[in-house]
């Protein structure tokens, strides 16, 4: 195994550009060693320094850092000379213009080599190219890598293993919040790396907390063609190609971004609005990006984790979508949690079309209040909590599985035999489904350890984690209202106008994705959160703040809606704790996480309980002076609280040149809390009645 050498130089920007390249761009032609030495000497003078080291080769080191990143060139003499990027590069140092530096930076490294052809770390015989592992790799977790992370990913790759492999294992780890395996040459050679410090000095990187780093968004939407073609070894392109990283970034900064932070916050989602804009043709596009090969179906149609159940006005209890207790009769419904059961890894989506063209609250009440019983069970052998699992109490009781199980009359049709009276979980999932001939059985590739469970009959149905519930819903004057209790216990996303086709690619949206597309959209739908105390414990560096500043902004709002029964309470305070958790995940800085899961929780849970007319919405004169502000009406309070928030371009508006129409279609698709708001007041203002839906 040859190691990879990576630059060992920390000198600060002031020095490697103020003093060293600009010795470089003054002379602007070659310069020996000792003719530099001379020239340092007298900008150290000129500032009234000395050098640390009298010795030339601590006195070289100090542009090094501008060689590694190919701001210089070589002769075969060891004499160097600024070059194109050198000179843009301290032009834009020398203006404070940080998005030049970036530019110029980024321009280089696109034709520049860190490996064994780089003079500045002429021992290297490694094909690795250690910054341009770095940016690849963070594009690809999320915008998110730590120096143990990078540490790891540069070692693997120099042991020739499976780049792929190695982010696997990456992501396992986070998921299990457990270490790394990395040897301790890779900790004190790699884990360290001051290569990527001229990266981080140009402005580069945000540093999401101490040891991790993630790239600047202005910055990926910028450069995402360029850094998706980067070759992490020389002569060897075995970074995974361009579609990945648009999905892992441009993907996840779009407006799909809105829709998987409410879905991996909580997995029962209301997508409200008037009729044609999508709603459920969304929920099948999900459904048709995830699906694996062994749930499709032939005719392209209706992919096997995808069931549309259709309300009806006449649900008035929920025996319709969870069966009969008398001679029980299991439903659509039921059978495709228990379907979803024998394929935990992937996720399946039901869609509750014209959810409240009945009272929600009559035919949906099993199933809000088992959402609110979810957690992460204890693992009973070693008695910690396994975070990789979430359970719930049971919707359907196992009494009727044994039932099933017990029912003898059914004959499996290849024996002739009957079904056995002890079903495991996928003979339950056979025998539902009239899955009886041999070739039918073969097809299905249910995991051994799945499969061979006896959960069904002995703990009853509990809701699948991998289950997301998605209502539709129209709000006009042939429906019913939805209770605040609903709305308490569901992600509420408004869906009216825009060119929605846009969001996902247009008409191929309905189609099936290769086999390394759909799981990346399988893990994009993985919650890792129950709990605030969870995200707490996973982002324990941050636990201090979140317990300071998140309680601080639900107060505000609650200050506002004092009086009213629009205050929040625990439930919101949770969410919006996980929602932070998700995007620090996602490697989003704390700030910014915050203000963005603020606009969320009042777009999708504060701002549809509120209605009313002139008089909820008043401020008393009392109740102005007690509390120190001047506003006459709670909404305008409410709006002045809402965090301002810059909407990131989607996919399809982000090669749009036209900065007008970008902000407009934006603008269409998702307005921020602030924008809603006002939206509220000057309906309040017209009608003398106000609420969040048009």
Known sequence: MIRPTVLRNSAEPEIVIGIALKIFYQVNDWVDNSTFLDKLDFEYDAIGKQRESRSGGQAIAKYKPALYYGLLDVREDGAHRINDYGRRYYEAYKLGNEDERVDCLIASISNHTFGSNNPAVPESQSKIEPPKVFLVSCLLLNNRLSKTEYAYIIENLAKDKDYKKILVDISLSR???????????????????KGLKFLSDAGFFDEVKK?????????????SEVLSSLSMVLDEAITTG????????SGMMSTNMFFLTALRTKPFVLLAGISGTGKSRIVREFAFKSCPEYLQDKAGTTPGNYCMIEVKPNWHDSTELLGYYSRYQFTKFVKFLVKAKMFPTVPFFVCLDEMNLAPVEQYFAEVLSILETRKHPKNEETGEVDMNMVKTEPIIDAQYFRELSEMSHTKNAQTGEPFSSNLTDRGIYLKLFEINTKEAIEKEQIAEEVGNRYELTTEGLTLPDNVVIIGTVNMDDTTHQFSRKVIDRAMTIEMNGGNLRNMFGGSKNLEYLPEEDQKKWQNAFSRRYVTADEVLK???????????????????????????????????LNELTIMVGVMLDEGMKLDDAIAQSVNNILLMKILPRIEGDAEMFALSREYKTKVGVTYDNRLEWLKDIAPDIKEPLTDAESDNNDTEQKAEAVKEHQPTAKDKIQEMIDRLNNQEFTRFWP
């Open 211 to 223: 040891g991790t780093k993630a790239i600047k968004e202005k910055y990926i939407l910028k450069y």
């Open 538 to 572: 996973a982002h324990s560096d941050e636990a201090e703040e979140l317990m300071d500043k998140l309680p601080s902004r639900l107060e505000e709002i609650n200050k506002a809606l004092k009086g009213t029964p629009f205050e929040v309470s625990y439930r919101v």
């Open 242 to 249: 361009s579609s990945i990283i648009n999905y892992s970034v």
């Open 175 to 193: 998921l299990k919040n457990s270490e790394l395996d990395i040897s301790n040459y890779a900790k004190n050679n790699y884990r360290d790396d």
